[in-house]
């Protein structure tokens, strides 16, 4: 199960899931077409894991961040994480945590979004749905988790959450992203931790090398004979109406 991170959405994470096979990805409450806000992350992560069978939580920035969080209220439910780009484990310069506020998160184009993400137009395309998302309204929610990303407080948070975690944690960064000296020290202490650099890419490697983080989440995921499943843009538990995207 895929956790996109911000400001973009699980559209930007297809090429990864299609490629893996045995995936989903859903948008957080609030970001992209799902419905909520960060006060709903608890009761939703909690329906995420019970009652969708995700035993493995794939987590990008922001995402990352949650994924922590389920797997600590639900450590004999999550058995591995694999957090890709996880704020908390870099420097509070990372490029997440210098993304302007709301009012450019609103009027920014496909275009503009992608030559900041990744120093590239050629990625607009990809990025058309996170526009429209943000447009729509995501990109309040968006701006608030960005300006919490710099929280010295929730990044000590997480990494103590994510150091009493007794399962598998798999981290996946780019070389123009790296590990931070906390971030590194941390994952030293942790016997079940492994960690992969994918040269030449930065914040948000599933736009610029989506094969080469599939071949990372894949490679690592030890579910031989899952049951194939259909990629999915929001989850929406018990029983709540969801919209989706194919």
Same mark, same amino acid.
């Given at each position: 199960?895929?956790l996109?991170?911000?400001?973009?959405?699980?559209?930007?994470?297809?090429?990864?899931?299609?490629?893996?096979?045995?995936?989903?990805?859903?948008?957080? @409450?609030?970001?992209?077409? &799902?419905?909520?806000?960060?006060?709903?992350?608890? &009761?939703?992560?909690?329906?995420?894991?019970?009652?969708?069978?995700?035993? !493995?939580?794939?987590? !990008?920035?922001?995402?990352?961040?949650?994924?922590?969080?389920?797997?600590?209220? !639900?450590?004999?439910?999550?058995d591995?994480?694999?957090?890709?780009?996880?704020?908390?484990?870099?420097?509070? &310069?990372?490029?997440?945590?210098?993304?302007?506020?709301?009012?450019?998160?609103?009027?920014?184009?496909?275009?503009?979004?992608a030559e900041?993400?990744?120093?590239?137009?050629?990625?607009?395309?990809?990025?058309? &749905?996170?526009?429209?998302?943000?447009?729509?309204?995501?990109?309040?929610?968006?701006?608030?988790?960005?300006?919490?990303?710099?929280? @010295?407080?929730?990044?000590?948070?997480?990494?103590?959450?994510?150091?009493?975690?007794?399962?598998?944690?798999?981290?996946?960064?780019?070389?123009?992203?790296?590990?931070?000296?906390?971030?590194?020290?941390?994952?030293?202490?942790?016997?079940?931790?492994?960690?992969?650099?994918?040269?030449?890419?930065?914040?948000?490697?599933?736009?610029? !090398?989506p094969?080469?983080?599939?071949?990372?989440?894949?490679?690592?995921?030890?579910?031989?004979?899952?049951?194939?499943?259909?990629?999915?843009?929001?989850?929406?538990?018990?029983?709540?109406?969801?919209?989706?995207?194919?």
């Amino acid at each position: 199960m895929v956790l996109p991170g911000l400001p973009v959405n699980a559209d930007t994470w297809a090429p990864v899931v299609a490629a893996l096979g045995r995936a989903r990805a859903a948008d957080l @409450p609030g970001l992209g077409m &799902s419905a909520g806000g960060r006060d709903d992350w608890p &009761s939703w992560l909690t329906a995420l894991v019970t009652e969708t069978g995700a035993r !493995h939580l794939v987590g !990008h920035s922001i995402g990352a961040a949650a994924a922590v969080e389920a797997a600590a209220a !639900h450590p004999e439910t999550v058995d591995r994480l694999t957090l890709v780009a996880p704020f908390f484990l870099q420097p509070r &310069s990372a490029p997440a945590a210098r993304l302007p506020a709301r009012w450019y998160l609103t009027r920014v184009s496909p275009r503009a979004l992608a030559e900041r993400l990744t120093g590239d137009p050629a990625h607009a395309t990809a990025l058309e &749905s996170s526009v429209a998302d943000l447009r729509r309204g995501a990109a309040a929610t968006a701006a608030r988790l960005l300006a919490a990303a710099a929280s @010295p407080r929730w990044r000590a948070d997480l990494r103590a959450e994510l150091a009493r975690y007794p399962g598998d944690v798999h981290v996946v960064v780019g070389s123009r992203d790296p590990l931070g000296p906390e971030g590194r020290a941390l994952l030293d202490t942790l016997p079940r931790a492994t960690v992969t650099v994918i040269p030449g890419a930065g914040h948000h490697p599933q736009l610029t !090398h989506p094969e080469e983080v599939a071949h990372a989440v894949g490679g690592w995921n030890a579910s031989p004979g899952a049951p194939a499943v259909q990629p999915f843009r929001t989850f929406s538990p018990s029983g709540r109406s969801a919209r989706f995207r194919g």
